[in-house]
Antibody, heavy 121, light 107 residues
Framework: QVQLVESGGGVVQPGRSLRLSCAASGFTFSTYGMHWVRQAPGKGLEWVAVISYDGSNKYYTDSVKGRFTISRDNSKNTLYLQMNSLRVEDTAVYYC??????????????WGQGTLVTVSS | DIQMTQSPSSLSASVGDRVTITCRASQSISNYLNWYQQKPEKAPKLLIYAALSLQSGVPSRFSGSGSGTDFTLTISSLQPEDFATYYCQQSYSTPFTFGPGTKVDIK
């Protein structure tokens, strides 16, 4: 079955960097767009970034533009989120999610279990 | 950016009740609207996609309707496992915004 497993979360000081990974299995990873979505403690869901199936197109929410980079390695079935210049407000559980289909309209299914990033001095 | 609103923000209901949650987009999004259920400490789960299509494996008591700017999620007969937070999300354009959520708890 389709499975997404995030890793790389942890506690980091403001201004530092962290790289999240999402290992995918159970589907042809190289044919689906992938997303990162985050959820601050006790808050709602916030979409962060998307990357197309081949990595040629990437889009970000404004608050992370210029600081975060989404990427993928289709040979390793792995999605990444490089997070630089981290801020306290980036503290959240980060989920990776697979696009439902290969065209629009689209949706997120399934989601990984999430990895917690805490930015604190 | 497209803003998503939901109402109510929370509700208390009993097992067997019919529950309706409303989602509104700040501009027309056609049928590019999805619904997710999230239980505490768990990842969100897709319930409804493209406004009215039931995801495989989701009980038929869940249904979605609407198009354009106004959408509805209905639970026809609330079950104990349905107590959770529900989010709508638009996939019309980036950023793919979510509604603030509706928490459904036990009366």
């Amino acid at each position: 079955q389709v499975q997404l497993v995030e890793s790389g979360g942890g506690v980091v000081q403001p201004g530092r960097s962290l790289r999240l990974s999402c290992a995918a299995s159970g589907f042809t990873f190289s044919t689906y767009g992938m997303h990162w979505v985050r959820q601050a403690p006790g808050k709602g869901l916030e979409w962060v970034a998307v990357i197309s199936y081949d990595g040629s197109n990437k889009y970000y929410t404004d608050s992370v533009k210029g600081r975060f980079t989404i990427s993928r390695d289709n040979s390793k079935n792995t999605l990444y989120l490089q997070m630089n210049s981290l801020r306290v407000e980036d503290t959240a559980v980060y989920y990776c999610a697979k696009e439902g289909v290969l065209a629009a309209p689209n949706w997120f299914d399934p989601w990984g279990q999430g990895t917690l990033v805490t930015v604190s001095s | 950016d497209i803003q998503m609103t939901q109402s109510p923000s929370s509700l208390s209901a009993s097992v067997g009740d019919r529950v309706t949650i409303t989602c509104r987009a700040s501009q027309s999004i056609s049928n590019y609207l999805n619904w997710y259920q999230q239980k505490p400490e768990k990842a969100p789960k897709l319930l409804i996609y493209a406004a009215l299509s039931l995801q495989s494996g989701v009980p038929s008591r869940f249904s979605g309707s609407g198009s354009g700017t106004d959408f509805t999620l209905t639970i026809s007969s609330l079950q104990p496992e349905d107590f959770a937070t529900y989010y709508c999300q638009q996939s019309y354009s980036t950023p793919f915004t979510f509604g603030p959520g509706t928490k459904v708890d036990i009366k």
